[in-house]
Nanobody
Framework: QVQVVESGGGLVQAGESLRLSCAAS????????MGWFRQAPGKERGFVAA???????YYADSVKGRFIISRDNDKKLMYLQMNSLKPDDTAVYFC??????????????????WGQGTQVTVSS
């Protein structure tokens, strides 16, 4: 049973930084793509960032230049370093794993396994 678990959420002030982590319990982690999505109250879940097995990075325009996605294949971990946080970044952040080598990693339907989410709150 594959499990994906996020951690690292919390309450910060605007302009501060936060790092999210995602652990995946899969046998072959380094061949899969991983992504972050977020959902604010009253809004649909939206793409934030993704990193594929070649370590190619993808970002939503709203976070480009502020967020950095990375992965540690040896530890089977993925990270999202969030800098210069804004109140608009407030949301539940979800980690997801896609068991394919290529595809559209910007859409939620590409991903097979999801975490429960971690709350990020940015105060003004």
């Amino acid at each position: 049973q594959v499990q994906v678990v996020e951690s690292g959420g919390g309450l910060v002030q605007a302009g501060e930084s936060l790092r999210l982590s995602c652990a995946a319990s899969v046998r072959v982690f380094d061949r899969y793509a991983m992504g972050w999505f977020r959902q604010a109250p009253g809004k649909e879940r939206g793409f934030v960032a993704a990193i594929d097995w070649r370590h190619t990075e993808y970002y939503a325009d709203s976070v480009k230049g502020r967020f950095i996605i990375s992965r540690d294949n040896d530890k089977k971990l993925m990270y999202l370093q969030m800098n210069s946080l804004k109140p608009d970044d407030t949301a539940v952040y979800f980690c997801a794993l896609a068991t394919i080598y290529s595809g559209n990693f910007l859409i939620a339907s590409t991903y097979d396994y999801w975490g429960q989410g971690t709350q990020v709150t940015v105060s003004s």
